[in-house]
């Protein structure tokens, strides 16, 4: 063994991109010190007790590219010890019965998400087609999904598919998603293929790297609220804690781009900086809805998503029971529901609440279920600190060396929620590493 | 306790308190078998909550 002191490494909020940095770090060598304010480790990303059941504090127990994604790779690569079991069905849509309904109240039946254009015509199927090849080849630069599909389809149902889509899983609607972000998530969904459950939830993910952290060496404070990032001569020397300097060659920060940037005291106004700040002005967190059930017979059947492009609100709905039953108690099932919340709606929450339950008693019409919760996100805890296609420009740099952001306000691109995570800290470890 | 404006409606307090006095809908609201513990406050990743004593 030499004696030359290891590089520190100071990583601010214990969310998963925090963990993952750490656990990356702590394996190549960095003496880490994570900083979490909360009592809690995981962020928006492990599990709480209620009632029996694993809920999650934020996230659904869902990978979306499973066990072969940017996310699972990472956690090989730590050596943290997670199984993840692929959804199959990946994805199912539900239809109307009744073409031409509008709605579910007359029965529904469900496809496969394969199958997505076959309530086209057969002209818009074949455009869909030729629209699907192409852009792999040539992805749109401009624009909005919806925009992109109605410039070559113009059919109702790829906007609500495009919606339902787009909600569960970038808790936006195609309208305010850009097409090069969603053809990003197509070709990621052909690279790594779909969704997959963290057998334990969350928090299997989360324990399985603070193991990783803690047997490298790593350290995690809990209750420890970082009120400001030293910056001397434009390179981030460390942080102050509870009035206290502790210093280090590297801080990555978890908690987004702008609740990042009021950390900083007195910095010079360069010009980089203000051009940075121009960026920070374009970022906007994405809301949204979770509903969670409690069932003692299935409500959907199979462990992959139920996309529901014809509910008001509800975007889509899983069932993680059918792949873990220890996510509740026995017998019982847990059934998640997931709905974009609009920015101009966030006033009128506990009405687009109400539109969601009154989806999901259409959706389960018949079906016995209770209310478990009900769990809002939006501004500084929201679905996506950065929504989806807003950080790209932004990336993981700050005007200052030494200082990186990862988590879900600085995601890779193309990367839908913790795949993102995981893309973006795979990108800030390829600078440093 | 008083919950103030930043409450997002998580429901992260309801999950932790132990008495179950806290319904949430948007919003987190306190009900009277609240015991004013404060573990809600201390979980609240918004700092909304305010323990009364």
């Known amino acids: ?433 | 306790m008083k919950i103030g404006k930043t409450c997002v409606g998580c429901a992260q307090c309801a999950t932790f308190c132990k008495t179950d006095a806290i319904k949430v809908k948007g919003k987190a609201l306190i009900m009277d078998v609240c015991i004013e513990c404060g573990i809600c406050a201390e979980y609240c990743p918004m700092k909304a909550i305010e323990v009364s004593i």
């Open chain 1, 1 to 433: 063994m030499n004696n030359v002191a290891k590089p520190r490494a100071i990583i601010i909020g214990a969310g998963l991109g925090g963990l993952l940095s750490a656990a990356k770090l702590a394996t190549s060598g960095y003496e880490v010190e994570v900083f979490e304010r909360l009592p809690m480790i995981g962020g928006r990303f492990t599990n709480i007790e209620y009632k029996g059941f694993a809920l999650s504090t934020g996230a659904l127990h869902m990978l979306p590219h499973g066990p072969t994604g940017p996310l699972a790779q990472m956690l090989k690569s730590v050596g943290a010890d997670v199984n993840i079991v692929r959804s199959d069905p990946m994805a199912v849509i539900r239809l109307p019965l009744i073409d031409g309904d509008n709605d579910y109240t007359n029965g529904y039946k469900d496809i496969p998400f394969r199958n997505f254009s076959d309530p086209l015509s057969a002209t818009n199927r074949l455009k869909i087609a030729v629209l699907m090849l192409t852009t792999r080849v040539f992805p749109p630069k401009k624009g909005s999904l919806e925009e992109c599909f109605s410039r070559y389809v113009k059919d109702e149902w790829l906007v609500k598919l495009a919606d339902s889509f787009c909600g569960w899983s970038l808790s936006l609607r195609g309208a305010d998603t850009s097409a090069k972000e969603a053809f990003s998530i197509f070709s990621n969904l052909y690279r790594y293929s779909g969704s997959g459950v963290p057998i334990g939830g969350c928090k299997a993910v989360v324990d399985a790297l603070v193991d990783v952290i803690t047997s490298n060496g790593g350290t995690i404070h809990t209750g420890k609220d970082v009120s400001e990032i030293l910056i001397e001569n434009g390179k981030a020397v460390g942080i102050l804690v509870d009035g206290a300097e502790h210093f280090s060659d590297l801080v990555i920060s978890n908690i987004g781009h702008v609740e990042t940037d009021r950390l900083y005291n007195n910095i010079e106004p360069s010009e980089e900086y203000q051009q940075y700040l121009e960026q920070l002005k374009k970022i906007k967190p994405s809301a949204g809805v979770k509903i969670c059930l409690a069932a003692d017979e299935p409500l959907i059947g199979h462990g992959g998503v139920l996309l529901t492009p014809y509910a008001r609100r509800v975007n889509g709905i899983n069932e993680v029971t059918n792949i873990d039953p220890n996510l509740a108690p026995p017998g019982k099932h847990l059934t998640v529901s997931h709905q974009c919340v609009q920015w101009d709606k966030l006033d009128e929450l506990e009405q687009e609440i109400e539109l969601g339950l009154q989806d999901i008693k259409e959706i389960f019409a018949g079906k016995k279920y209770e209310v478990l919760l009900i769990q809002s996100h939006s501004g500084e805890w929201p679905v996506n600190r950065s929504a989806s296609g807003l950080d790209v420009n932004v990336k993981n740099s700050t005007p200052f060396k030494n200082l990186f952001i990862v988590g879900d306000g600085a995601k890779g691109e193309g990367g839908i929620e913790v795949e993102g995570i995981a893309l973006g800290v795979a990108n800030v470890m390829e600078r440093i590493l």
